[in-house]
T-cell receptor, first 114, second 117 residues
Framework: AQSVTQLDSHVSVSEGTPVLLRCNYSSSYSPSLFWYVQHPNKGLQLLLKYTSAATLVKGINGFEAEFKKSETSFHLTKPSAHMSDAAEYFCVVSDFAGGFKTIFGAGTRLFVKA | GAVVSQHPSWVICKSGTSVKIECRSLDFQATTMFWYRQFPKQSLMLMATSNEGSKATYEQGVEKDKFLINHASLTLSTLTVTSAHPEDSSFYIC?????????????FGPGTRLTVT
């Protein structure tokens, strides 16, 4: 069965510094991987997705993620954090073996300091 | 882009009553819809998968008789929390899958916050 592990429950950065949110996955088949962001009391917004095309995926708001099969990782990065990036981020995996169900990681809370 | 709506956005009900939450795909047909539950400061937990015209498939540990799911049309799925109790208070989120976007693409609704008093 597929699973996803977000290695940090919370990350704190200063505004203008790089962001790294780590995600490892487990999948028996070629997975699709996603990153979603959720602001307080809001719904989910898709940041980016990997579906077996280019391994470096660019998303909205300057975020990008790289699919590394050898490391079973899909870390989310951004060169320069903005105050508005403060939110909860979820790494998500889906594959054929799981009936295309979407499995969420536990989430990483990003704090951005002024 | 594909839009999924939920109604109501928030609801307060008394213990013992039932409440229905609607999930609609506004501009596409969704053969499959998913229902999630999210407790404060926690991740989303998949409750069930519903396919249009057939019975929902529930995840282990989710009570079928308590959380009734109906997917009567290609654009509407409903979740009814029966005989609600305070521990059912949560944020419920639905998503819908559009096969045009591929089997992995899901579109999420804005969520419904349920408070049971």
């Amino acid at each position: 069965a597929q699973s996803v592990t977000q290695l940090d429950s919370h990350v704190s950065v200063s505004e203008g510094t790089p962001v790294l949110l780590r995600c490892n996955y487990s999948s028996s088949y070629s997975p699709s991987l996603f990153w979603y962001v959720q602001h307080p009391n809001k719904g989910l917004q898709l940041l980016l997705k990997y579906t077996s095309a280019a391994t470096l995926v660019k998303g909205i708001n300057g975020f990008e993620a790289e699919f590394k099969k050898s490391e079973t990782s899909f870390h989310l990065t951004k060169p320069s954090a903005h105050m508005s990036d403060a939110a909860e981020y979820f790494c998500v995996v889906s594959d054929f073996a799981g009936g295309f169900k979407t499995i969420f990681g536990a989430g990483t809370r990003l704090f951005v300091k002024a | 882009g594909a839009v999924v709506s939920q109604h109501p956005s928030w609801v307060i009900c008394k213990s013992g009553t039932s409440v229905k939450i609607e999930c609609r795909s506004l501009d596409f047909q969704a053969t499959t819809m998913f229902w999630y539950r999210q407790f404060p400061k926690q991740s989303l937990m998949l409750m069930a998968t519903s396919n249009e015209g057939s019975k929902a498939t529930y995840e282990q540990g989710v009570e079928k008789d308590k959380f009734l799911i109906n997917h009567a049309s290609l654009t509407l799925s409903t979740l009814t929390v029966t005989s609600a109790h305070p521990e059912d208070s949560s944020f419920y989120i639905c998503s819908a899958r559009d096969y045009v976007g591929g089997p992995y693409e899901q579109y999420f609704g804005p969520g419904t916050r349920l408070t049971v008093t």
